[in-house]
């Protein structure tokens, strides 16, 4: 028969903050610099609204 050997736990390998960093700067940067350019480009708009100009379509609609 065969015994059942117990395993040997093993210390948890926590990554250091400049081994996940990188990771997540890349994506939280565009994820800023896209919600700025729609919010400025929003805020853009609502404005022309309320001087009475005429409105853009936003740039991803095709006509």
């Known amino acids: 028969m065969n015994q059942l050997v117990p395993l040997q736990a093993q210390p948890l390998q926590v990554p250091t ?25 929003v805020l853009s708009q609502v404005i022309k609204v309320f001087k009475g100009e005429e409105v853009e379509k936003p740039p991803m609609i095709p006509e």
């Open 17 to 41: 903050p400049s081994q996940v960093t990188p990771l997540f700067t890349f994506s939280t940067t565009m994820s800023v610099i896209m919600a700025v350019w729609a919010g400025t480009w």
